[in-house]
């Protein structure tokens, strides 16, 4: 009787553990399935969205011109089809453009000429280049004489350039009072360097040492003549300027010196 009493006990403990199980399984997939749907809501979870993702950055990209191309590559409006030479660009095999014409502008050759060389001097338009220049005498300046206190015995000669170019003064003035048959000796320590040259306008000098003893003679008309390029040589018209009214007094030592650019050094001699 006892082993016929045990026996049911076992086969009803059996259904109870099977239902337990089977709640702990359906319990088991509701929770699964409750982290899944949470993990989808946070963005946390495992999306296969390649194939959207694809397709969203085909279907739609930006043009240079701020259009919108499709998918397939289509160009934007305005812009050249594959292969299409850019505007301007000459098609395959034509030849590339030679340089361009010259036009009417200005010219490589033009401007002033300068005349160079040898001949440069000629024509110039500088008073005082050698070809313009020419010789003071009494037809081109003004001569005036006067005795001066200091030095003693001394008469200043002044040579005025009158004309209208550039005269130069060679050598010294060659004197002649009245009717005297002798020429005054040139001082030789007073020879310039150069020659006195005379723009319009600027003056020249030279000065005579009259006298140095009892003697002499009185003169009352003065001829002074011009020198050349050479010496003693004619350098054109003489001038005859008037002497103080009660004359110039002068024995055989008069001497004259050389033509100066400045009246100090005439009457330093």
């Not at 399984?25 to 969205?49: N, R």
């Amino acid at each position: 009787m006892s082993a016929s009493h045990s026996t049911p006990t076992t086969n009803s403990a059996r259904p109870s553990r099977a239902r337990a199980r089977r709640r702990l399984v359906s319990a088991a997939a509701v929770a699964l399935a409750a982290l899944a749907l949470t993990a989808c809501q946070d963005g946390t979870g495992v999306k296969d969205g390649g194939a959207a993702a694809a397709s969203d950055s085909t279907a739609a990209t930006p043009s240079a011109t701020g259009g919108t191309d499709s998918a397939q590559g289509t160009p934007a409006p305005g812009t050249p089809a594959p292969g299409t030479p850019a505007p301007g660009t000459p098609a395959p095999g034509t030849p590339a453009p030679g340089p361009a014409a010259p036009t009417g502008g200005a010219k490589a050759t033009g401007g002033a000429k300068t005349g160079g060389g040898q001949g440069g001097a000629k024509g110039s338009s500088d008073p005082s280049a050698a070809g313009n220049r020419v010789l003071c005498n009494g037809s081109n300046t003004e001569v005036t004489v006067r005795t001066v206190p200091r030095p003693l015995n001394h008469m200043l000669i002044t040579v005025k350039n009158t004309g209208s170019k550039v005269c130069d003064l060679p050598y010294h003035p060659q004197l002649r009072f009245d009717e005297m048959q002798w020429a005054p000796t040139a001082q030789e320590g007073t020879r310039p360097q150069a020659v006195v040259s005379l723009a319009p306008g600027e003056s020249g000098y030279a000065a005579a040492v009259l006298s140095a003893a009892e003697g002499g003679t009185t003169a009352h008309r003065l001829t002074i003549a011009f020198q050349g390029r050479t010496p003693h040589s004619s350098g054109g018209a003489s001038a005859t300027p008037s002497l103080p009214a009660a004359g110039v007094y002068y024995d055989s030592s008069l001497t004259v010196t050389y033509w100066q650019q400045d009246i100090g050094d005439a009457l330093g001699a």
